[in-house]
């Protein structure tokens, strides 16, 4: 649980940051040549790390995850960034920051809605109190036709996040790096090449390093920290973790574009920390049952792998292994492990 926290708070942290830094780099480079410069620095930079990074413990990719990775790519590789870099040309930095927590409550209601996770009323409540702050922020400057569709894009940017949020869970007992080398490579490409179609050009030098710097650290280094906290504190969970980041954008945005927060900027920005705090403090447990399965994910011997091996094995290892079937009782996250009706 603890280091589950602290993976999800840390990719909160490093994409939060980078929201107010793409726009300073947003004028130099457009929106479809910032939106592959990003990805493709997070590609570079984890595959730079390749010799130093997990692979031999961590699980490999598989055939069978080809269709959730392509949903990922496309949902939050292309247009989730695409709708970002059009709406951070429309918004002010702060603004489009912390219109970025409603990724929470979409990523919650597609979980629940369509990928069977289960949501008690402290969490409806907490989504509510976000999806508020939202709507409050998108209005602050009045209903006008520039604020309004720099609103909506970054509210289509978190749709997109929030499928490639529940997609991403479907991978998540993979190797991470992995799988977000995989995206942000196609993704980055992608976008690189819509970008020279249309005509535009690379930045200067500094701001194309820059772009590849940010991406590494907000979208590589952030979404393979997302990855690993989803593993173990499911989908909807890391959501409220991971609205924390609009706050960092925020704060960032003052020092960085000379910003200053309006009055109902802030008290949405209230309302919407409230709402992840009731989020955070919602406890499940009960009676449940796990069936009988076997699979291939990074673990250490606990209660749900009680397993032999010919040779002594300390720490996280990976191989494949098979659960018996179990009924009990205990407080539980939905990770991959307790994904079960309700």
């Given at each position: 649980m603890?280091?589950?926290?602290?993976?999800?708070?840390?990719a909160?942290?490093?994409?939060?940051?980078?929201?107010?830094?793409a726009?300073?780099?947003?004028p130099?480079?457009?929106?479809?040549?910032?939106?592959?410069?990003?990805?493709?620095?997070?590609?570079?930079?984890?595959?730079?790390?390749?010799?130093?990074?997990?692979?031999?413990?961590?699980?490999?990719?598989?055939?069978?995850?080809?269709?959730?990775?392509?949903?990922?790519?496309?949902?939050?590789?292309?247009?989730?960034?695409?709708?970002?870099?059009?709406?951070?040309?429309?918004?002010?930095?702060s603004?489009?920051?912390?219109?970025?927590?409603?990724?929470?409550?979409?990523?919650?209601?597609l979980?629940?809605?369509?990928?069977?996770?289960?949501?008690s009323?402290?969490?409806?409540?907490?989504?509510?109190?976000?999806?508020?702050?939202?709507?409050a922020?998108?209005?602050?400057?009045?209903?006008?036709?520039?604020?309004?569709?720099?609103?909506?894009?970054?509210?289509?940017?978190?749709?997109?996040?929030?499928?490639d949020n529940?997609?991403?869970?479907r991978?998540?007992l993979?190797?991470?790096?992995?799988v977000?080398r995989?995206k942000?490579?196609?993704?980055?490409?992608?976008?690189?090449?819509?970008?020279?179609?249309?005509?535009?050009?690379?930045?200067?030098?500094?701001?194309?390093?820059g772009?590849?710097?940010?991406?590494f650290?907000?979208?590589?280094?952030?979404?393979?920290?997302?990855?690993?906290?989803?593993?173990?504190?499911?989908?909807?969970r890391?959501s409220a973790?991971?609205?924390?980041?609009?706050?960092?954008?925020?704060?960032?945005?003052g020092?960085?574009l000379?910003e200053r927060?309006?009055?109902?900027?802030?008290g949405?920005?209230?309302?919407?920390?409230?709402?992840?705090?009731?989020?955070l403090?919602?406890?499940?447990?009960?009676?449940?049952?796990?069936v009988?399965?076997?699979h291939?994910?990074?673990?250490?011997?606990?209660?749900?792998?009680?397993?032999?091996?010919?040779?002594?094995?300390?720490?996280?290892?990976?191989?494949?292994h098979?659960h018996?079937?179990?009924?009990?009782?205990h407080?539980?996250?939905?990770?991959?492990?307790?994904?079960?009706?309700?």
């Open positions: 603890v280091r589950g926290v602290a993976c999800g708070l840390g909160a942290l490093l994409f939060g940051l980078s929201t107010p830094l726009k300073l780099l947003l130099e480079s457009g929106p479809f040549m910032l939106a592959g410069l990003l990805y493709m620095g997070s590609g570079l930079g984890l595959l730079a790390l390749a010799p130093f990074d997990r692979a031999r413990i961590e699980a490999p990719l598989q055939r069978a995850d080809t269709g959730p990775l392509l949903g990922m790519i496309l949902a939050g590789g292309i247009a989730a960034p695409l709708l970002l870099m059009f709406g951070l040309g429309r918004l002010p930095g603004t489009a920051s912390l219109l970025l927590n409603l990724e929470a409550p979409f990523t919650i209601a979980a629940v809605a369509v990928f069977g996770e289960s949501l009323r402290r969490e409806v409540a907490g989504s509510a109190a976000i999806l508020l702050g939202g709507v922020l998108g209005m602050q400057d009045g209903p006008g036709r520039l604020q309004l569709s720099g609103g909506l894009a970054v509210a289509g940017a978190c749709l997109g996040w929030a499928l529940n997609l991403s869970q991978v998540s993979h190797d991470p790096v992995a977000v995989v942000s490579l196609v993704a980055g490409a992608v976008n690189l090449a819509v970008a020279v179609a249309l005509g535009h050009r690379f930045p200067p030098l500094p701001a194309l390093a772009a590849l710097a940010v991406g650290l907000g979208y590589g280094a952030s979404i393979v920290l997302h990855l690993r906290a989803m593993r173990e504190l499911g989908t909807a890391q973790l991971f609205a924390t980041a609009p706050f960092a954008g925020a704060l960032a945005a020092p960085l000379g927060p309006t009055a109902l900027g802030l949405a920005g209230v309302t919407m920390l409230l709402g992840v705090g009731i989020m403090r919602a406890r499940h447990g009960h009676d449940h049952a796990h009988q399965t076997e291939v994910h990074a673990h250490v011997h606990d209660d749900h792998h009680l397993h032999p091996h010919e040779e002594s094995v300390n720490g996280a290892h990976s191989h494949l098979r018996p079937a179990l009924t009990h009782d407080p539980h996250l939905p990770d991959a492990h307790h994904r079960h009706e309700h």
